[in-house]
């Protein structure tokens, strides 16, 4: 870590400063995995809890110790104990994704200002907390939903502080080669992070849910104690010889409109709101949906959800290798979004006839709506926070991280939303907004696709045949 930060490689020889820059960046690509898996493993619990909050109790034997007005709901916590509980779990996971989606926006502003280290550390201690403090609502006893709608706002404000910062580490340190495929694999704690999540909770689930929230909570907090002690923001190279004018540009972070102004950003941007509200809404809604249509028991849909989230990672891999291999992000995003449709209406119709398809299905979803949404949010990310345009300016990543995944948070807090306004009229209505979402990201991406063939289109024709 001293010879990274005295930007003086010339104490060891090349070989082996070589291989101790390889060392570093499998590092810290190790690291900043654990991180951001500690941030989805966070965020996960309360889509298992939701069905042990709100239960069909008629089929529950009644302690005799108990007095029992209600049959029907007599086991629910309350207030999820109304007719309108789906309502109100959409108010919970909105607080969540709203503050998350308006804080992102601030977020990569101050993480291109401050020390990545302490930004990170603060944001997962943060984060710990007030995970803990839902969970505690059931020791405390709190069946206000004030308290758990206000934990959750803040608990999406401090949230935003993982992504853009850990894309900007991953960015400092690996270039654009290779990109697609690091960060295909690397985006794979984003599934990592929602299986662990679902396993822990479905844990607890059933005999104290409180502890699904603790005990992510508490593991959160202590990746944030690791990234304080040993995280390295970046490389520096000491070959590079920088005059006086462009280590001047390069200290300058980007302002939001001059990210704004980078060829592609607007385009991903609205191509991930539409990804992510179809991403989201299985995150938060899947076991719920498949514990009503399934009649699954609460932990079974939970482990039975973390199949999709298994073909996630399958998809942002095999996204990212394609893409490294064709050169093609937009063109990769915009295939995997065009297949991606039909088969959000197969498994609406076919998916729970039987256990070979419902596994099968949930890989083939998962794969094909989480692959284009990893793809955007890594190495599109990294690639458009080191655009040409920028003339070696490399404090832009973090705002440009910011400003798509908040972009996206936007559809990522509208999808949650309208699946628990439209759910009660019929699932069936829920997937019909989903395959519209997913029709409007790939209509996005075309955009951004046809530009490029254009661009070209047009090098190529003023580019002269040569003589073979």
């Excluded at 201690?125 to 959750?152: D, E, K, P, R």
């Excluded at 907004?433 to 790939?442: E, P, Q, R």
Aim: aromatic share 12%; glycine share 10%.
């Amino acid at each position: 870590i001293e010879i990274i930060k005295a930007n003086d490689w010339s104490i060891i020889d090349p070989h082996c400063a070589a291989q101790t820059k390889c060392l570093y960046r499998g590092f810290i690509l190790v690291l900043t995995f654990l991180f951001y898996t500690a941030y989805h493993l966070s965020r996960k619990p309360i889509s298992i809890v939701k069905s042990e909050l709100h239960r069909n109790c008629s089929n529950i034997i009644q302690p005799k110790d108990i007095n029992i007005t209600n049959n029907v709901t007599w086991c629910d916590w309350p207030p999820f104990d109304q007719d309108n509980y789906q309502t109100l779990f959409g108010v919970l996971d909105n607080c969540f994704l709203v503050a998350y989606a308006i804080g992102m926006f601030f977020s990569g502003i101050f993480g291109e200002r401050l020390p990545l280290r302490y930004y990170l550390s603060i944001g997962m201690l943060m984060s710990g907390l007030f995970t803990c403090l839902f969970g505690l609502g059931f020791y405390w006893n709190i069946h206000s939903l004030g308290y758990y709608a206000f934990v959750q706002v803040m608990n999406g404000l401090v949230q935003t502080t993982g992504w853009p910062a850990v894309v900007a580490c991953v960015g400092n340190w690996f270039g654009k080669g290779k990109r697609g495929f690091i960060m295909g694999v690397w985006n794979s704690h984003t599934s990592v992070g929602n299986i662990l999540g679902s396993l822990i909770a479905g844990v607890f689930v059933s005999t104290a849910w409180g502890l699904s929230f603790i005990v992510p909570g508490i593991i959160i907090a202590c990746t944030g104690v690791l990234c304080f002690f040993f995280l390295v923001e970046s490389e520096f190279q000491r070959e590079l010889l920088i005059s006086s004018a462009s280590c001047k540009l390069q200290n300058e972070a980007i302002s939001f409109l001059g990210a704004l102004c980078i060829p592609g950003v607007v385009e991903f941007s609205l191509c991930l709101l539409f990804a992510k509200l179809v991403s989201y809404t299985f995150l938060y809604w899947l076991p719920l949906y498949i514990s009503n249509v399934a009649h699954f028991e609460a932990k079974e849909a939970g482990d039975m959800s973390t199949l999709f989230d298994v073909g996630g990672i399958l998809g942002g891999i095999l996204a990212g290798l394609v893409s490294d291999y064709t050169g093609g992000r937009a063109t990769t995003c915009c295939v995997m979004l065009v297949v991606a449709a039909p088969m959000l209406f197969l498994y609406n119709y076919i998916g729970q006839r039987s256990l070979g398809t419902t596994i099968g299905m949930l890989l083939l979803c998962g794969a094909l709506v989480n692959g284009p949404y990893a793809l955007i949010t890594t190495a599109v990310s990294a690639d458009l926070g080191t655009h040409e345009s920028l003339k070696g300016n490399a404090r832009a990543l973090s705002t440009v991280t910011a400003i798509i995944d908040g972009t996206g948070s936007i559809g990522a807090a509208l999808g949650p939303l309208l699946a628990g306004v439209i759910s009660p009229s019929g699932w069936n209505n829920v997937f019909y907004m989903l395959i519209s979402a997913d029709v409007l990201a790939c209509l996005c991406n075309t955009t951004k696709t046809t530009k490029l063939t254009a661009k070209v289109t047009k090098q190529t024709k003023l580019q002269p045949y040569k003589q073979i």
